[in-house]
């Protein structure tokens, strides 16, 4: 099976694959006919602070400046976006590529004393972490917000394919939302990992500055522990997602003080506690 990697296109600046798929569809029989279908592109990308790999993700290669702000941020290596000194990014091409972020010296001697292994799957937010201390860290209390409104989730909602390209291209994506208190989509990331497009939305609302004090965050993924963990790391007070919620995040979301909402569908969700 041939891949051919397609021209940048977009905001981001993503690229598509194209492969030749045969397509079976069921009438009075089953007919099958030949046609060019859209990959999502997904590579390692590798996470090294002042010189030192400490993780890699399976990831889509767009975005890279939030995601490798937003990762730093949400799983506590740096405090703010002012301890990240610098960012430079390295196509290794084939091999994948490297993100050297240089950080404050303080930070960096914290973060070696965590131990991480250097394998992170696309879908799975907690690889790379090698024991149950540095999973089940102490996370700061989320600034007390309301549950949001359902006129405003049920708003975001409707807007948010509008804002899923990629997505609509290739039906393998993941998108993260900020929406406002109305439910007005303010930004998007995206991602074949949940928690990488949650990281990436992070990184842009700190690089662009966008008000965080009352909204929520819209996820097309289930409510999993690593990402109620991202949002309270981060401030993030309520989260809602499209599917529903595991018993873990629905603990964690109580004891960090997220507002969390689940199977946010047309007309209906669930509120969690």
């Not at 592109?41 to 993700?57: D, R």
């Not at 394919?161 to 989509?185: E, V």
């Not at 998007?188 to 700190?206: P, T, W």
Request: charged residues 20%; proline residues 3%; glycine residues 8%.
């Amino acid at each position: 099976m041939a891949i051919k990697v397609l021209d940048n296109i977009g905001r981001s600046g993503f690229r598509v694959a194209s492969v030749t798929v045969r397509r079976r569809r069921e009438s009075t029989s089953w007919q099958e006919s030949q046609q060019d279908d859209s990959l999502a592109e997904e590579c390692p990308i590798a996470f090294s602070y002042n010189g030192q790999t400490q993780a890699v993700m399976m990831a889509t290669p767009t975005d890279l400046e939030d995601f490798a702000l937003g990762f730093s941020l949400s799983e506590g290596i740096i405090e703010n976006a002012k301890e990240l000194y610098d960012l430079s990014v390295i196509d290794h091409g084939a091999r994948g590529i490297e993100l050297n972020l240089h950080i404050h010296g303080a930070r960096l001697d914290a973060l070696k004393q965590q131990r991480r292994t250097l394998a992170g799957p696309s879908g799975c937010g907690l690889c790379g972490k090698d024991s149950l201390d540095q999973v089940n860290r102490a996370l700061p209390t989320a600034t007390p917000r309301p549950i949001p409104n359902a006129v405003a989730i049920q708003t975001a909602l409707n807007q948010l394919q509008n804002y899923q390209p990629l997505q609509q291209l290739t039906g393998a994506i993941h998108a993260a939302a900020w929406c406002d208190a109305a439910g007005r989509i303010q930004c998007v990331r995206e991602d074949v990992g949940r928690h990488n497009a949650l990281d990436k939305l992070i990184g842009a609302l700190q690089r662009e500055c966008i008000d965080t004090e009352s909204g929520f965050v819209l996820l097309s993924s289930r409510a999993s522990f690593e990402l109620v963990a991202k949002a309270a790391q981060c401030n993030l007070g309520a989260l809602v997602t499209v599917s529903g919620a595991s018993s873990l995040a629905v603990q964690q979301a109580k004891q960090s003080g997220i507002r969390l909402v689940g199977f946010a569908r047309d007309g209906r969700h669930l509120v969690y506690g």
